[in-house]
């Protein structure tokens, strides 16, 4: 088959590499170069350094309603075209040009959590058991048939970093057996059930700031979900605290939220609204 992959991110990359190790990738799509670091240099997405480093011609539209990115996907002839966090929304004629359609990695179990911010939200609500989907994209959001889907559990100690790299490697795999599946004519797509949908959105810098008076073990979550960004934050004497781990004690509160209650030599035990947490790892303001 052939394929035009899209992609931007360090999420995507096991994907393209799976798919390139298997299949005839004609061009990479990914978004614009853009400024990072602190001297905002432009630098190129990770799944273009990749392409290029292999000789795949990379294609970064800025803009894809004209028709004339459309053109240019219809010169390429695709077959299917997998996506992973492209992080752009393709009009319904894009959708329609490759005959089996595009094919995208969603790192949760859909219908559930949908949207944005999938990885972080999993981890915030509490969930110990996540997932990766592949399905035929549509013109909703992540609201098309599924080809594939498979649970992973989400370990006590994952952060949005780290349970990111476990499910990029699981969204591969699973990329490589959807192809598989449609190449061979065997893929069966089922929908989802809409009933029991729920959606993400982005997360913001003011996500991470700390309420004290939640309970211990949300706070905790909230310390994982926000790492590594935008990181959970509090204010120490007027200046923003940045707590990158942390962990729930069996113990109860014995003063008001936010109160430290006790500094040891490898952590600082704070009073939550049900609970203690203990701050393992944090950088102080200055």
Known sequence: MRLVFFGTPE????????????????????QPDKPQGRRRELRPPPVKAWALEHDIPVVQPSE???GAFEAWLREQAPDVCPLAAYGR?????ILEVPPHGFINVHPSLL????????????????????????????????????VLQREMAIAPDDTAGTLTEKL????AELLVE?????????????????SRATTTRPFEKADGRIDWTQPA????????????WPVAH????????????TEVLDEPAEAEPGVVVRVEKDRVVVAAGEGCLAILVFQAPG
Request: charged residues 25%; hydrophobic residues 45%; contains cysteine.
């Open 11 to 30: 999420l995507a990359l096991p994907s393209l590499r799976a798919v390139a190790e298997r299949y005839d990738v004609r061009a990479v799509v990914c």
């Open 64 to 66: 894809l309603n004209d």
């Open 89 to 93: 929304i393709l009009k319904q004629g």
């Open 111 to 146: 219908p559930k959590y949908r949207g944005a911010s999938p990885i972080q939200t999993a981890i915030l609500e509490g969930e110990t058991v996540t997932g990766v989907s592949i399905m035929r994209l549509d013109a909703g959001m992540d609201t098309g048939d599924i």
């Open 168 to 171: 990029a490697g699981l969204g």
């Open 178 to 194: 959807a192809l598989d599946l449609i190449a061979s004519g065997k893929a069966v797509l089922f929908p989802q059930d809409d």
């Open 217 to 228: 073990e949300h706070i905790h979550n909230l310390v994982r979900a926000m790492n590594p």
């Open 234 to 245: 509090c204010l120490l004497e007027g200046e923003v605290c940045r707590i990158h781990k």
